[in-house]
Structures are given as C-alpha cells and as structure tokens.
C-alpha cells in the first residue's frame, strides 16, 4: 500500500475514535453521560412508570445511543467485567480480575491504546460455548474479524448483535425498537424492529425467509418483556465480538426488565445445531435518557471506505 | 488525476489531519487532567536494584508486581474512552505453538541415557478464567531410527481439580466424536503448569496478597509466594530479568506426597510473538526441569495473546469419575 494510503487511513482512525464519543455526547442533547471511571451499572431511580394496561412502560430513549459506541468502559460492562476504583469483577465467572490505581502510568501512542482496548473488550469469561468441531471455525472468524465480519460494509448486525435498542416506542399491542447505524467496533446500518405483543404465535418456521432480524413476537411475564424471534438467516454473528456465527435454527429470547430509570437487557442464544449449550449475554443496563425533548439524532449514511485498506489483522 | 479531484483530495486530507489534531488535543488534555487528579512522578521500581534488606514489605512486592505485569503486557488500559480507568489484568485465553524437545523417564536405547528425548510439537490453549489448559504433544524418539516409531500424540487437559486426556480436541462432550479419558491423578501436576508461566505467577503473586515477598538476590529482584488451593504447599520463587520479565521460575514442596510438584523453570528471548500485535510480551524459549532432569526445552513460534476463543468444558465421564 501507498504510504499515503496508510496515512490517510491513520489519521481517518485517530479522528473518527478519538472525536466519536464527544460527538456523541453532544449529539445527546445533555441526556445522560457514562461515567467513564467505572464500568458498574447505573444505580435505578425514580419510579417505573406503568402502562394503563398494567406493564412496565418501556417508551424512552435508552442510553440515546447505540451502546458499543462509547468506548472501552461501555464494552467491557458489556462484556460483564466491572471495573471499580479500585477493584474489577468478572461478573458471569466472579472472579476478581487485578487492578491498578490509576496513577504513575505511561503515556501511550494511539497504537498501543488501540491494542490495550482490544484486549480490555475481550477479557471476559463468559463465551458460547460451541460444539468442538466449530472450535477451530470460530477462532478463524475472530482472527479475521476485519475481512470475515458479516456486518463490516454497513449491513446490519442482526439480532442479538444489535443489543439494547436505542429508542422504544411502546403501545398496547406492538413494541417499536430503533437501533441507530453504527460507526465504533462495526460500521453497520440504521436497523428497526415491529414486533408485535398482541399474543400472536410464530409463523412456522418451513414458512419463513431466513433474515438478519428474524420473526419476533412478544409478551410479558410478569414486569419483564419477552422477546421471542426466529426465523433467522446464517450470515449474522451474534455478539459483538468473537466470531460467534450460528445456523438458521437459531432461536433468541431477549428480556427488558425496567427498573426506574434503568432498562436491562439479556438476550438467550439457543442453536442446538452449533453450540452445546444455549449461552446467555451478561446482562447490559441502559439510563433513561431524562430530557423529555431528547430525538435520536440521524445516523450519517453508512460508508465504509477504510475496509479496501486494511493492512493487518489487529481489531478496532 | 484530474487537477480538482486532486485538490479535493488534498483539502479533505488536510481536513482530516486537522480533525485528527484536535482529537488528539482533546484526549491529552483528558489524560493531563486524570494524571493530575491522580498525582505523578513515581519511578519504576529497577529490577535489581541493590537493597541491603532481604525481604521488603507489602508495598515493595505490589509495585514490583506492578512493574513486572506493565513489563509483560498484562496490566494495561486504555485511551479508547478508557482513560480514567485504572489499569487491570487482560490476560485470560493464550493459545502457543512451539517446537523443541522433551524428555520422558525411561532409558534411551541409542544413548543409554536413563532418560528418553523427544523431537516434539507444542500446542497449548490455555486460560486463568476459568483456569484450565489443553497440552497437545506430537512427539517423535530422537532415538528411534529414521521412518521407525510412529509419533506419539497426547492432548492432556486440566480445569480446575478436573483432569483428562483426550483422544482428539473437544473429545467426549459430543456422542462419537473421540474419547475422554479420566486422569485425576494427573490434575496438580498440569494446573501448576498454569501457573507457572509468567502469567500465573503474577496473577498467583498478587492473588497472594501479603504473603507475596519481594528480595533480591545476585543484583536480580525474586518474588516469593504460596500458591493456594488444590496446590496449597507448593512455594513458587519468581526471579525477575534486567527488563523486569519473569526469568526463572522454581517451586518447593516440604510435603513428600507433593514431590513430582518440584520444578525449575527458564525464560527468555521475550518478544510479542503474536501474529496479531498485542503489546503481550511472552518467552520465546522455555526450558524446564522437573527432580534435576530436563523435561521440556521448546522454542515458541507463535503465541496468540489475543484472548481467543478458547474453552474447555468438562465431559460428564470426568465429572463423574472425579466425584468417585
């Protein structure tokens, strides 16, 4: 490659990660900021409002972004390690990870920050477990996450890669989810969800065309929203991270449990024809945002260009 | 190239360099602000450094581990959003290819050596959480003629008290697909491999907490600490190169039943041997003694420090033969 190619490319990706969550935080519209010294949950407040029929109503801007766009601390409570001041927590295993104060520490070059928040987003223990003749396979994927990677080249990442949506409209017989088009670990397009509540069975599975977001019905049990969906097809990998593709047979059930100002989210993977076991994500937390005028700002177009100049195997 | 496609390019490129800058500005100024919130100007502790006391106290042992994890790659953070994060461990998942030479106990029929040497390929997957590791090994007699034995391949596996080997990776958790042989007597023996490489013996030293020790011996910094669990009564002493890397590794026993738990352990020639750039730094030569023999002697080709995708369920036969 041209070394101006090169510089090009490098100055696109210190600007575009660097500048990201300030853009973003702007684009907020003074909604609510992740604090950046920890990766703990926010703490519930205020009351859960309820829908004239008796359920949790789950309308609002969550987090008023998509979630893996905040960076380093936003995906590694996505990934279930919480980082304290003093302390960091492998949540799903429990294990109690080494921690270091933050002082006396080198200055590092973008590269090596760029190497470091790889590994910090994925140190976490809890992984899908697959049946072994798929081992070798996801490796693959992972290893060459920058050329294998469906939803690079602005295709959407598909449930439940998508995770927690961004903005939810709730009436008594459908939920409306908008997921806005990603730019951070993936560069994806602006996705929305109609899933209907009104207690509608699936279409047969034989009677569906396998797609990136599935058939989704939901109901609730109990204050939690269950989302059933099927019907998928086969190019999607269904987390963020790790190369973690699956079969057409694959079935999600995601759970929203609003607690005040807070809405959790867990989404079940079960796919008996890859993996051993169903695998369920650590549960992520999004904040409310509180200002009642806040609107999702519009996604740019997606356009990957950097993709045709990749050099190496290193993740973003 | 068109005139005005070209100066459009250079305008967009001087666009971006000045967009780069003032990113760059806004994170150093982030960075500037936490140091100074958090204070500065501490000097790394010297490896070797000259101390006329043999043992130091507790916070001797934590900065010397912490300058030990900084050395190897392991305690980091990041600038991605991560700047007023503190520092934490990011090792868990390693895979390592290798190639050298083992040595078995058994009488070499070309040499008369009492021990057998073997040509050998390295494979280990390994993880700390949960910890586990998965030692595959095809080796070949260095005495056997040209064309004679077949190579000998074990996959020996360990997590946590479970032990196993299996006849192909992943074997025994799918109906027909290979077979898990139950290997419990094996178990301490393969999880102090774990924690022997530099890796484990900075997660067990800290994990240790007070009872880590940190002296000096010949110039050089030793880190001294108990392991804890299934092997409690094993004592690992850790000595520290000029570059703050882990380069030997021993451990003692008093406990006669936990004997075949003595071993010396040499590392060095450390680099990033990864073929994605992890800034992980690992040994390129391991060299291990287990009573006063040799036992392995590897050069490392490749080590992925990525946190791959690496697990290891235990199939039901070994849970079960454990629980008898």
């Known amino acids: 490659m041209a070394p101006h190619l090169r510089l090009n490319r490098g100055i696109v990706l210190a600007a575009l990660l660097c500048l990201l969550p300030a853009a973003l935080f702007a684009q907020n519209n003074g909604g609510p900021r992740m604090d950046h010294e920890n990766t703990l949950p926010p703490t519930p407040t205020g009351p859960t409002p309820m829908t004239p029929d008796g359920h949790p109503d789950l309308t609002g801007l969550w987090n008023g972004l998509a979630d893996n766009l905040l960076g380093v601390p936003n995906q590694m409570h996505n990934v279930g390690i919480e980082v304290g001041p003093d302390s960091t927590r492998d949540i799903h295993s429990g294990v109690q990870i080494a921690t270091w104060p933050l002082q006396n520490r080198q200055r590092q070059n973008n590269e090596q920050n760029e190497r470091a928040a790889t590994l910090l987003r994925r140190m976490g223990s809890n992984r899908p477990i697959y049946k072994p003749q798929y081992w070798q396979r996801v490796k693959d994927f992972d290893a060459n996450s920058n050329e294998e990677d469906p939803s690079n080249n602005c295709m959407p990442a598909g449930v439940p890669r998508m995770g927690v949506p961004s903005y939810i409209a709730q009436t008594p017989t459908y939920l409306v989810f908008v997921y806005p088009g990603q730019g951070g670990l993936i560069a994806t397009a602006t996705s929305y969800r109609m899933i209907p509540t009104d207690g509608r069975k699936h279409t047969n599975i034989e009677d569906l065309d396998g797609t990136w977001n599935g058939e989704a019905i939901g109901h609730w049990e109990g204050d939690t929203m269950v989302v059933d969906t099927i019907g998928f097809n086969s190019t999607s990998w269904f987390d963020q991270l790790g190369g973690y593709f699956h079969s057409e047979n694959m079935h999600v059930i995601e759970r929203f449990h609003r607690d005040g100002n807070t809405l959790t989210w867990t989404a079940t993977v079960e796919d008996p024809d890859v993996l051993l076991e169903p695998w369920t994500t650590t549960p992520r937390v999004a904040l409310l945002n509180p200002d009642p005028k806040a609107v999702l700002p519009e996604s740019l177009p997606c356009s990957e260009r950097d993709f045709a100049h990749v050099v190496t195997k290193e993740h973003h | ?324």
């Not at chain 2, 010297?46 to 190897?72: M, Q, R, W, Y």
């Open chain 2, 1 to 324: 190239m068109p005139l005005r496609a070209s100066m459009t390019k250079e305008i967009a490129r001087r666009a971006l360099l000045v967009a780069a800058l003032a990113a760059l500005a806004f994170q150093t100024a982030a960075g500037q602000s936490n140091e100074s919130k958090a204070g500065a100007g501490t000097k790394p502790m010297a490896a070797g450094a000259a101390s006329a006391a043999p043992v130091s106290n507790a916070s001797d042992a934590t900065k010397t581990l912490k300058t030990a994890a900084e050395a190897i790659g392991l305690a980091r953070w990041s600038g991605v959003g991560g700047q007023r994060l503190p520092e934490v461990d990011v090792v868990n998942t390693i895979e390592i290819w290798g190639s050298g030479t083992t040595y078995s106990p058994g009488p070499s029929s070309k040499s008369g050596d009492p021990w057998t040497a073997f040509k050998t390929d390295y494979h280990v997957a390994l993880g700390y959480n949960p910890p586990a590791m998965r030692v595959e090994m095809t080796r070949t007699s260095s005495a056997a003629p040209a064309g004679g034995a077949a190579p000998l391949h074990t996959i020996e596996v360990v997590r946590d008290n479970y032990a196993w080997d299996e006849s192909e990776i992943g074997a025994g958790l799918v109906p027909g697909k290979g077979t898990a042989t139950p290997a419990v007597a094996a178990a301490n023996y393969r999880f102090l491999q774990l924690w022997i490489l530099p890796y484990g013996v900075l997660k067990a030293a800290l994990a240790a907490g007070d009872k880590t020790k940190v002296s000096t011996e010949n110039g050089a910094t030793v880190i001294t600490f108990p392991l804890s669990g299934q092997l409690a009564g094993v004592t690992v002493k850790a000595t520290l190169d000029a570059h703050n890397e882990i380069a030997k590794v021993e451990t003692r026993t008093d406990n006669p039943a936990l004997s075949d738990l003595i071993t010396e352990t040499e590392y060095s020639a450390y680099a990033d041997h990864g073929e994605i750039a992890t800034d992980v730094l690992s040994p390129g030569h391991i060299v291990r003694k287990q009573g006063g023999h040799a036992v392995l002697d590897i050069q490392i080709k490749t080590l992925d420090a990525n946190n791959p995708y690496l697990v290891f369920p235990v199939p039901e036969n070994v849970k079960k033969a454990a629980a008898r």
